[in-house]
Structures are given as structure tokens and as C-alpha cells.
């Protein structure tokens, strides 16, 4: 095997005659997602500054259909289609999403390119605007019978596990549109549970009302929650080393082995997992997981702690608590979901 030439002292991008200058980045057109695609863009701009770089926005199913209950849709990839045909077709060079929304298995064409620093991760609390609230306002202080606006069985079902005096009902569109339903005179919502990661990015984190996670109201984040993944085409090994500068491997290997919980879990269908994964150690990862029935009357948990060094011990690392989950029980869970709804995606 040839051996890798020497890195130059001053790095030049990798390029070809054959390989165009400018980089197609593609995103959705939603404020978060361009705000999303300006980051990567922006740290783009900064390692290879001679490169040129043009963004392109467009509408995708989900964006589009706003009334399908999204657990009709037919798979995740709902947000991801039409951005990929542009990939594969030559008009993208890669795609910025949020990581959550990236299907665990993706077309054999396509690839995970990089993964970027993970905002807060947490789901938080949004408390209606014009009802008082206090440092104490959380999931389980809200009066009972109070209506949580969510599209997402990973929410509802978690929420509905610890808090059963709290009632559910879905709420679509981006997040500036949640945000205006909520606070809308007479509307139906008490309050909304919203990735942190998203308020935070646009400017809004000071509508959390609370933050939600294990220890406070039972809710663990979905997997992914709060990294931005970079799509490319497979293969493409000009932009697998143009994003190599941006890739943060603490996040990349903790979402790997989340990804791998999933993936092992689901196969191929989005189901109600949460997650929580934080480092112990040098290269020593800790995730806590649960898999909830829909009602939240049925739930498995688990906590492992290992070793996560390289791509391969943290798809490892993740198969084995998806294995840990379904000996204990998670696979029946998980059945009995399988049969009210085929393949869905969990509205995160
Ligand atoms: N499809 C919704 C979506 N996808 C990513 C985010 C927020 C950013 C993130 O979680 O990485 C959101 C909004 C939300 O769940 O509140």
C-alpha cells in the first residue's frame, strides 16, 4: 500500500482540474436551518479561505406538508430527499442538517461527511407568554390538565411517564410558527417542549422556562439532539478532507454511538428512545437510554459507561446497549409500537 504523502507545511485544499472551486452547500430554507448552514459555511470560509461558496435553500416534504400526522409519513427521510437528490446529482457538494433529523441509515450514495460541536443537547420547557411563571415552573409543577404542544412520541411518551396530570397535543411547523401558537389568544397550548440547541441558535434561549433531562421532569434528548451533520456524497474524499477542520471528535464519537443505539433499535423506523450521553473520562463515555411505549406506561432504561476511543468502539459501544435494552425488554416495546404505526419519523 502506497504510503500518504507528507501534510504540507502550508496546507493547499485538495483539488483536481476536474473538481470545480466553488462549494454547493445545501440547506432548508427554515431561519434555524440557515442559521445551521451558516455555521458550517462560515467555518468553512475560515480553514479554506480560498475556496468560494454558495449557498443554496430549498423547501423539502416536510417543510411542505404540514398535515400529514408526520407518523404517516413514510421515514425520516422526509427532510432529507430532495436535498440529497441534489447531491447525488452534482448541483450540491453537501448538506447541513441537524443531526437528529438524519436518518440512521442513509442511501448507499450518500455519507456522513462531519460532525460539528454539539450545542446543549437538552429539550427545554416554553411556557405560553402571557401565563406567569417562576424560577420553580417546570413539567411537573404546571396545573393538571395543562396541554403540552409536541409532534414528538419521544416527548410525549417521556413526559407522559413522570407527569400523567399533563395532557398532549400536536404542533407543527418551524419553530418561530410553534412559538406563535403557543402565545396565541385562546390558543390550546400551556406550553411547548422545544430542543434548547434551536431556541439557543436563534436567539430565543430566553424563552426557556425550564430545562428538561433525566433528572428534571424525566425527558431525555433524541439522538443527535443539538450536533449539526454534514452530508456528502459517498465516496467524495475531496470533501471528506475539506470538512475534516470542522469535525469535533468528542461530539462525533458521543453521536455515533447514540446513532448506533438507534439504528440497532429501530430498524429503520424512528420509535421513542431518549438518550443522555456525557464523557467520564479520557476516551470513557457514560449514556443513559430509554425506550418508552407511547402511553409512557411501559418503559426500559439503561446506563452503561466504556470506552469510546474511535469510530468503530463507539458503534460498538452503542450496539451493546441496544442489545442490553432488548433482553430486557425494550424489543417488545418496541413491537407493540411497530404495530399502531409503520416506519415514522418522530416529528423532532
Ligand atoms: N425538526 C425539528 C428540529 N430539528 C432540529 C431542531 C433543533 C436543533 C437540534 O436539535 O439540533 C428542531 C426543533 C426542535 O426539535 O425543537
Redo the contacts with the bound molecule.
Keep these: 500500500m502506497a504510503s500518504l504523502p507528507a501534510t504540507p507545511i502550508d496546507p493547499q485544499p485538495p483539488s483536481s482540474s476536474t473538481t470545480p472551486t466553488t462549494i454547493h452547500i445545501g440547506s432548508r430554507k427554515s431561519v434555524?436551518a440557515l442559521i445551521q448552514t451558516q455555521i458550517v459555511h462560515d467555518a468553512l470560509q475560515s480553514a479554506w479561505p480560498d475556496l468560494k461558496y454558495e449557498i443554496h435553500a430549498m423547501n423539502t416534504m416536510g417543510d411542505k406538508n404540514q398535515v400529514t400526522p408526520l407518523h404517516d409519513f413514510g421515514a425520516k427521510s422526509l427532510w432529507t430527499h430532495e436535498l440529497e437528490a441534489g447531491l447525488v446529482g452534482g448541483e450540491l457538494d453537501l448538506i447541513v442538517h441537524?443531526?437528529?433529523?438524519m436518518p440512521t441509515l442513509l442511501p448507499p450514495t450518500c455519507a456522513l461527511g462531519a460532525i460539528l460541536p454539539r450545542e446543549d443537547p437538552r429539550d427545554a420547557l416554553v411556557l405560553k407568554s402571557s401565563l406567569p411563571q417562576t424560577a420553580t415552573t417546570t413539567l411537573s409543577t404546571l396545573p393538571p390538565g395543562s396541554t403540552i404542544g409536541t409532534s414528538s412520541v419521544r416527548r410525549s411518551a417521556q413526559i407522559a411517564r413522570k407527569n400523567p396530570h399533563l395532557h398532549f397535543a400536536d404542533v407543527r411547523g418551524n419553530?418561530g410558527t410553534r412559538l406563535a401558537k403557543l402565545d396565541a389568544e385562546g390558543g390550546a397550548y400551556t406550553a411547548l417542549v422545544?430542543?434548547a440547541?434551536?431556541l439557543k441558535r436563534l436567539g430565543l434561549s430566553e424563552r426557556i422556562t425550564a430545562y428538561l433531562d433525566y433528572a428534571n421532569g424525566g425527558v431525555m434528548h433524541a439522538v443527535g439532539?443539538?450536533?449539526l451533520g454534514v452530508e456528502i456524497r459517498a465516496g467524495d474524499e475531496r470533501m471528506r478532507r475539506l470538512l475534516e477542520p470542522l469535525v469535533h471528535v468528542p461530539t462525533t464519537l458521543a453521536c455515533l454511538a447514540e446513532r448506533a443505539v438507534m439504528r440497532t433499535l429501530e430498524g429503520g423506523c424512528s420509535v421513542p428512545i431518549g438518550v443522555e450521553t456525557e464523557w467520564v473520562g479520557v476516551q470513557a463515555l457514560r449514556m443513559r437510554v430509554v425506550v418508552v411505549s407511547l402511553d409512557g406506561g411501559e418503559s426500559v432504561e439503561g446506563l452503561r459507561e466504556g470506552r469510546v476511543g474511535s469510530v468503530e468502539e463507539a458503534e460498538a459501544f452503542g450496539r451493546e446497549v441496544a442489545g442490553e435494552l432488548v433482553e430486557r425488554g425494550a424489543g417488545r416495546i418496541l413491537e407493540a409500537i411497530g404495530q399502531k404505526k409503520r416506519g415514522a419519523g418522530d416529528g423532532?
Design positions: 434555524l441537524s443531526l437528529k433529523d419553530v422545544l430542543a440547541a434551536g439532539q443539538g450536533a423532532d
